[in-house]
């Protein structure tokens, strides 16, 4: 079961996971109004951008806000809580040709409330969608500019978020001149994780504000203070995530620490040659849920990663918990680092088809199998 913040506190800046000098950034610019007419937020998926545009949203239009905090209590805040405030307009990739973002704007209200640190593929599984092609339309650009040609309701500001405007491509032309010449009072944001696949001229009419990867500190205290992980989860799921926290909360809510051993007995089925047991683990692998089983090989993956950096880097070093890391240099004494290359590279793609949808026990099999004759390589 999944675990999302207590009262929204991602709608505030100071419950958003870290990020404290875009913060700083993001609400010197209201308090000192100077407030770009559009930003454009970039970092990588996983980290603070769509919670720190949500923050900075919620402290523009409060009624009360005061110390660097939005109240929380006003009539803007309440309904900031909900993403229901009537001068806050959203827009987002979504599927159909014919199809506009509010079409999409309950189950999307809901996905940001839950997982506000997720990606595109976590969207598209959340819409049951994830083998479509998601894009923002020309009828969606033709609504965005209708909406903010219209006066605001209660606010004197108006406001579009619009997360992953790369998924515009050409018909990002259709908001050049809107983005460039608001209606007074209008504010675009747009959160990006692929800032080369937006037209130069939209990104040559933004502020840029780069939001820089998680810490794996910030993670850890992150799922224990706001999600109530105990501290071994925290960590593990820390290592594992690589600055992104929607991983983090996939894999401390799956299992955290009992994946070790779970790549371990994988580890050893692939290495023993036995095809009945290659095919019993694949059998009992296609039961996990698609969350447990990218869980599993991203949990892998970044075990394999580090046992490649046993021979390299002192103990301390290493992004795993101290009790595997005497697995680790058994291993790493059995593969070198050109093998576990190979398997790296072949979890990697493992990972990208299971978001694809493709058949679990040919995908498994088929990954065992390169698994074991890399394995068994002289």
Not at 21 to 34: F, G
Not at 221 to 227: D, I, K, S, T, V
């Amino acid at each position: 079961m999944s675990r999302t913040f207590d009262s929204s506190p991602h709608m505030k800046f100071a419950q958003t996971i870290g990020s404290i000098h875009t913060k700083d950034a993001l609400r010197s610019l209201v308090d000192e109004d100077n407030m770009p007419h559009a930003l454009l937020l970039s970092g990588a998926e996983g980290n603070s951008k769509l919670a720190l545009a949500l923050a900075y949203t919620t402290y523009l239009m409060c009624e009360n806000r005061a110390d660097g905090a939005s109240c929380g209590s006003c009539r803007s805040c309440i309904k900031m809580e909900k993403y229901i405030h009537p001068d806050v307009h959203f827009s987002f990739p979504f599927t159909g040709a014919k199809s506009v973002a509010d079409e999409f704007i309950k189950p999307w209200r809901k996905f940001i409330q839950e997982k506000p640190y997720a990606g595109i593929s976590d969207w598209m599984e959340y819409l049951d969608a994830p083998t479509k092609q998601p894009n923002i339309n020309t009828k969606e650009c033709k609504a965005i500019i209708q909406k903010l040609n219209m006066q605001s309701f209660e606010s004197t500001n108006k406001v579009l978020i619009m997360w992953l405007p790369e998924y515009l491509r050409k018909e990002g032309n259709r908001l050049l001149k809107i983005i460039e010449e608001p209606t007074p009072n209008t504010y675009f944001i747009l959160i990006t994780e692929k800032i080369s696949n937006i037209l130069p001229t939209i990104i040559s009419r933004c502020q840029l504000v780069k939001v820089p990867p998680l810490q794996d500190k910030e993670i850890k205290e992150a799922l224990m203070g706001q999600y109530r992980f105990d501290a071994s989860k925290a960590q593990n799921a820390a290592f594992v995530a690589e600055g992104n926290m929607q991983k983090a909360l996939d894999i401390v809510q799956i299992g955290g620490k009992g994946l070790h051993d779970e790549v371990l007995v994988w580890f050893r089925t692939c290495y023993s040659q036995k095809t009945i047991d290659l095919v019993n683990w694949v059998d009992n692998f296609d039961r996990k849920s698609k969350d447990e089983q990218k869980s599993f090989l991203m949990y892998a993956l970044n075990f394999f990663r580090e046992i490649a950096r046993v021979p390299v880097l002192p103990e301390k070093a290493l992004r795993i918990e101290e009790s595997e890391i005497q697995t680790a240099k058994k291993i790493a004494g059995i593969i070198n680092f050109e093998k576990i290359e190979k398997l790296n590279n072949i979890l990697t793609d493992t990972i990208y088809y299971i978001e694809r949808n493709a058949n679990i026990k040919v995908l498994m099999m088929d990954t065992n199998i390169a698994f074991k004759n890399i394995l068994r390589q002289k």
